[in-house]
């Protein structure tokens, strides 16, 4: 039987320090070994970001910044290509708010928001905890993220503290299917930076759609950035089958690793 390749991509957002992509190579590390040791490939996107989200450099989780109230309010989503899609928002006191997600995408709704996300993460046992003790060290940085290849699948993951001293009930793109995220048969997409522009440029789906039109990641990469502009942060990694990229038009720690099962 041949070889499956396997690809997983990480980012610590954008804006974030290139410095920093130990933490990077570390969640692809681990994605890597959950892969060979056959986790399913929505489980293991999840499973790299909760890395990111326990790394106080990157906003999200544990490094979330706080909004103008003084609280912390996530988001956080993840997609895979049989069309399983969950996402969170404005959820509160919950360590990997990814792992909610996860559980949403398995459930009968799409996206829970604000205090009934919370009840519903209590109700699964996730326990509840104080995220705004100050332990982000995350200056400027945005949602953190994933895109992983199991050979057969693909899946996305995204999770965010959001922009940092925004009003309390802002949204960015990370909970929106197509904006801060898409995974289909055909790759897997995921953004990071300025939520508003993501979302008004459908970000994550345009770019999934180029790929289906059979554009190469690297291509579509450079297409999807020259929707923004300079003002604009953006940053994208994107897989297929036969490749992958990734950047930023800001700084960003990212990795990329590859393997075989
Ligand atoms: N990109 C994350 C946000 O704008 O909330």
Not at 62 to 86: L, W
């Amino acid at each position: 039987m041949s070889e499956k390749q396997l690809i997983i991509l990480a980012h610590g957002g954008a804006g974030s320090d290139n410095a920093h992509s130990d933490g990077t190579d570390r969640a692809c590390q681990l994605g890597l070994e959950l892969l060979q040791a056959r986790t399913p490939v929505l489980e293991a996107a999840c499973r790299v970001v909760e890395i990111l989200e326990d790394d106080p450099r990157f906003n999200a989780g544990t490094g979330s910044r706080k909004r103008t109230d003084g609280t912390v309010r996530m988001d956080a989503a993840c997609m895979d290509s049989h069309r399983r899609f969950g996402a969170v928002s404005a959820l509160q006191h919950i360590k990997n708010p990814i792992h909610v997600a996860r559980h949403v995408a398995d459930s009968e709704n799409r996206l829970l928001t604000g205090e009934d996300a919370l009840q519903y993460a209590l109700e699964l046992g996730f326990e509840k905890v104080d995220m705004t003790g100050g332990n982000s060290i995350a200056p400027s940085t945005d949602t953190v993220g994933a895109v992983v290849f199991d050979g057969t699948k693909f899946a996305a993951a995204l999770s965010t503290g959001g922009t940092g001293g925004s009003r309390p009930g802002r949204v960015g793109d990370v909970p929106l299917i197509g904006c801060g995220l898409y995974a289909g048969e055909h790759g897997a997409v995921c953004c990071t930076g300025h939520g508003e522009s993501i979302t008004l440029n459908l970000t994550a789906y345009r770019t999934y759609a180029m790929l289906e039109q059979g554009i190469a990641p690297q291509e579509a990469l450079d297409i999807a950035l020259s929707w923004f502009e300079d003002s604009q942060d953006i940053g994208l990694l994107i897989v297929n089958p036969n490749g992958h990229a990734g950047g930023s038009n800001r700084s960003m720690a990212w990795s990329t690793l590859t393997g075989a099962l």
